[in-house]
């Protein structure tokens, strides 16, 4: 017998399932899309688990009868399009007529749904159909108002290996959260609503305006900072909202991206945002941007991957020119307000003013180095009182010796010490220090953010917890529904690793106290920002708890460190020295960044040809 076999429909259904669903979040992308597309003006979500136990989406579109119900369960039915023509110019976000059975083929799942002609009748007769891993176990009529509901329980149940890829409760919640925020973006006039166990996450009845939409589901804080973006050029209309260059993230999530109603990952789009930014804010941070995109459907090819998520342009520079065009525009400066805005922003390039202030900041950092030491030449006060006795023989007076006028041998080193001893500071950011081995700059913040990350985790991990201070005043938080999401789940091992925060109203928060390391920090709300993003971001080893742990650690320590351009005291730079060397791993920082830089001994004998 042959090799090579063909696989049971069961087992093909199921690989093909996995290219579709892939987490809960996906299963809700594709049944909203399906609602959108019947026309409905109310989406409803429900989910238990963050979606692991069961995601209700609940539509008043216009519903199947009992026999498309029926056929929407085969693979590739579809009521989208129905010859290569219509392939060409998608107006839906459907056509691939593959997420429902693949659903079904890894769920339990419930329809009912009535057809809405047959809706106007007294007492309308619907369609109930229960299918359990792809087989169908129940199709029956009932009495069912109007519209569609879809009821998918215990997903992946019959494929483990896909459930134990599937993340925390607040990760996932997380996606779903983000995934139904950005289409009821895309769709202000529908009402959306998403609920998780018992609380609402997502409320928002239909908009009259984008703007309007954006308020209820981002909150007026977000607002502020953007500006609106509206052009059209060469059939390329562009519109929606981009941030002024001083409101900078340091990751993507902020971008949402729309074409045709379709939320999408393009690298075009996104590239042709960042050319329009790349002379007002640096090349690591990230603009916040609504971006929707509408071009004639045929101009693109959404039939790229079946979660359709990606797209191609069929003339991607003519939208690259658009979208850069409208952009650029929108942050043009129109009033005195914002072009003092620009000018406040730390550039991304150094231009010939900048290079200017550098300089001016090394020649006054040299004079009150030379303030601070007024006696020393070197500046190695420490050095010198060091008892003589270390070194024998001592060491010839100036000017004796040998008869070689550049001096000769080569320099005592054995007395030094072996810790590091500082000499002083360069540049208000990098402290200097000498060791036996050589010199070396030490970059102020990442060091100290070494030093509070380690501590943060020791403490964390400790039996008395992480010491906890109290905020005078409580600081509050605006949330998305995103951050809403993956807070609510969390508040509690929040609140154990030292951030005491509290629900404020309906989507903002409250807080009230704060690990020790990190009060006095003028960036607390952005901390707990940092984490709630961090945790739903993807990826990340460890259990649930360790994750916390390590996305608190990074934050803390990345916002509440010295920042570079600081003067410090010989003090502080002691203190960070001695603190940085106690550290396993004083040479990165947490994110892998070198701390220390150094210039051995025999490289500077050697720059000085002395070996
Ligand atoms: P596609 O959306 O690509 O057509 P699906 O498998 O998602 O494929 O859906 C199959 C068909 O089922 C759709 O074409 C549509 O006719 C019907 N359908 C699915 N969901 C709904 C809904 N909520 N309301 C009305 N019809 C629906
Ligand atoms: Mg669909």
Partial sequence: MGKVRVLPEILIRQIAAGEIVERPASVVKELVENSLDAEANRVRVEVSQGGKRSILVADDGTGMSAEDARTAFEHHATSKIRDFEDLEAIRTLGFRGEALPSIAAVSRLRVRTVEREAARGEAPLGTELRIEGGETRSAVEISWPAGTEILVEDLFYNVPARRKFLKTVATEIGHVSRQLTEYALAHPRVEFELRHESRSLIDAPAAGSLEDRVYQLLGESFLEN????????????????????????????????????????????????????????????????????????????????????????????????????????????????????????????????????????????????????????????????????VSEPPPPPFGSGSEDPHGDGIPETAHLSPIPIVLGQFVESFVVAADREGVMLIDQHVAHERILYDRALREMASERGIAVQRLLVPQTLELTPEQKAVLEPTLERLRENGFEVDWFGERTVAIKGVPQLAAGSAAIPRMLEDILEGLNASGGNGTALERLREKIAISLSCRAAIKINTPLNAEKMRWLVDELFRCENPYTCPHGRPIVLRLGIEEVLRGFHRI
């Fill in 226 to 389: 953007l500006v609106p973006v509206e052009q059209e050029r060469d059939g390329v209309r562009v519109h929606g909202f981009t941030s002024l260059p001083h409101e900078q993230r340091s990751s993507g999530r902020h971008l949402h991206l729309f074409v045709n109603g379709r939320v999408v990952r393009d690298r075009v789009i996104v590239h042709a945002l960042r050319q329009a930014y790349r002379d007002r804010i640096p090349s690591s941070a990230h603009p916040v941007a609504l971006l929707f995109v509408e071009v004639d459907p045929a101009e693109v090819d959404v039939n790229v991957h079946p979660s359709k998520i990606e797209i191609r342009f069929r003339d991607s520079e003519r939208v690259h020119r658009a979208i850069r065009h409208a952009v650029e525009d929108a942050l043009v400066p129109r009033s005195g307000g914002l072009s003092e805005l620009a000018h406040d922003l730390p550039a991304g390039r150094t231009t010939a003013g900048d290079a200017e202030a550098a300089r001016r900041g090394v020649a006054r950092s040299i004079e009150k180095f030379f303030e601070r030491h007024p006696d020393s030449s070197l500046g190695f006060p420490e050095l010198r009182r060091r008892p003589a006795a």
